[in-house]
């Protein structure tokens, strides 16, 4: 089984010609949602493969070298990994039902996979679960693609073939965060609010909390995903409430220039985060307002703040100080980091601009901009590296002698771009330098 979460509890059930195996987990594709499945495995040189589904989404995959299909696969309310209890585990009664405790709650799930608790226990919908995540996967950008009618035809489809599985809650938010992202990332932004709002009003989850800030702040709404992000805190269970969660605030602060929300951000990152880290994301905020300062050229990638290393190269850039070795360095830490590739890649850009090789980081921007612009639409950060990748354009046209070009570039952004911050500030040195009298020397 190769899964998104990590799986807390197994329980066997031997069977003369199909056995099965249950198990607890979390999912990080579902919302960050726990959940309980079963996996059927046909005996060896049995008759054939037992009923259930193959499910390839990224969400579970049941290998089909080990003869397994996916019988059933159930999101349940919203816990923090590790709230089920160990000392009770996973066990399976007379009648087939799963008995676990979860958040000091007792809960039971019939043989279907269905909650007790739910108005659909007693129904055999395995089938229709498994279908449900089949389903998700055409909320993708490859199948969907910039089409706001294809988003809106996938998600009415969702509520007409499971209406049953949408009466339970989680089924709900999953439904909710899907929806929203795939109409933001076709630019459908009014609808993205719109479903993404109804959602976290009915299902106050962690993840729908943080899918509405993402939506509200890529539409420049940064005042209300601020004040989402603060309601998220406040309850917050999950780790993507608790990690995430603040992350997102520092990302909306520096995109306001607030150094007061940033220090409150940094602050509520709290004892998980070492010093280390939190000097990146400083130097971060400091370099998208163009503050640069000594101490941020010699920053290191950490597990929780994987781009320091690319940073503290930007830094150098904007000091006049890049060299040809942050070339080899970039490029070490876009193989060894895959966290940080896109600002590996942006940070080498710059350094081929002030190492003389205008046309190659023209190519480099080009390449990393159709990787950065799909889903720029549902995430603030990539939407900054994106505003970012776009401004350093305008710089790499001009140092490749295409002038015309370059102002153009400039002028285009010039109009889209929030203004104080670095991506327009770099727009605004090419038009500078475009000027009558021609380039003039400055940072970069």
């Given amino acids: 089984l190769m899964h998104g979460g990590w799986i807390f509890h197994l329980q066997a059930i ?34 054939g493969r037992p009923a259930g589904s193959t499910v390839r989404t990224g969400i579970a995959d049941a290998s089909l070298l080990s003869g397994a299909n996916l019988t059933w696969y159930t999101p349940l309310d919203q816990a923090a990994p ?47 679960r498994v279908a449900f995540l089949v389903r998700l996967s055409d909320f993708t950008r490859w199948k969907l693609g910039p089409d ?76 209300d995903a601020a004040a989402t992000l603060r309601r998220v805190a406040s309850t917050a269970v999950t780790p993507a409430g608790n990690y995430h969660g603040p992350q997102l605030l520092v990302r909306v602060a520096m995109e306001k220039r607030d150094p007061i929300l940033l220090r409150d951000a940094l602050e509520g990152q709290g004892s998980g985060r070492s010093p280390e880290a939190l000097a990146v994301a400083a130097a971060r905020a400091r370099l998208w307002w163009d503050e640069v300062q000594e101490a941020d050229t ?34 070490a830490t876009e193989r060894l980091n895959p966290d940080a590739q896109a600002e590996a890649r942006l940070a080498k850009a710059a350094v081929l601009i002030a190492t003389g090789h205008g046309g190659e980081s023209v190519s480099e921007l080009d390449s990393l901009m ?34 015309a070009e370059a102002a153009a570039e400039a002028r285009r952004l010039a109009g889209t771009l929030r203004p104080g ?10 038009l500078r330098d475009v000027g009558p009298r021609g380039p003039r020397p400055g940072p970069g």
């Fill in 14 to 47: 031997p069977g003369k010609e199909t056995s099965r195996i249950r198990l607890l987990s979390t999912s990080a594709a579902l919302a960050e949602l726990p959940v309980a499945a079963e996996l059927a495995y046909a005996r060896p040189g049995g008759a």
């Fill in 82 to 128: 590790g709230q089920f209890d160990s000392s009770r585990g996973l066990a399976i009664d007379e009648a087939g039902n799963s008995l676990f405790v979860m958040a000091g709650t007792p809960w039971k799930l019939d043989r279907w996979g269905n909650p007790t608790s739910s108005p659909n226990a007693g129904r055999d919908l395995a089938a229709l």
């Fill in 148 to 223: 706001p009618g294809a988003v809106m035809a996938a998600h009415r489809g969702l509520e007409r073939d499971f209406s049953p599985l949408l009466a339970e809650a989680p089924y709900r938010a999953v439904k909710g965060t899907y929806t929203a992202k795939a109409f933001a990332e076709s630019g459908a932004l009014k609808d993205a609010l719109g479903e993404i709002e109804r959602c976290w009003q009915d299902v106050p989850y962690d993840a729908v909390g943080l899918t509405l800030a993402q939506v509200q702040a890529t539409a420049g709404r940064l005042d």
């Fill in 298 to 331: 010699s920053l290191h990638a950490l597990d929780t703040a994987p781009d320091g290393e690319a940073i503290a190269c930007l830094v150098r850039w904007r000091l006049g100080r890049s060299t040809a070795d942050d070339l080899d360095a970039m490029a």
């Fill in 370 to 403: 159709l990787l950065l612009r799909p889903d720029a639409g549902s995430s603030l950060r990539l939407r900054q590296l994106l505003d970012l990748a776009q401004a350093l354009r305008a710089k790499a046209l001009l140092a490749a002698g295409r002038r």
């Fill in 421 to 430: 911050l670095l991506p327009a500030i770099l727009a605004a040195e090419v």
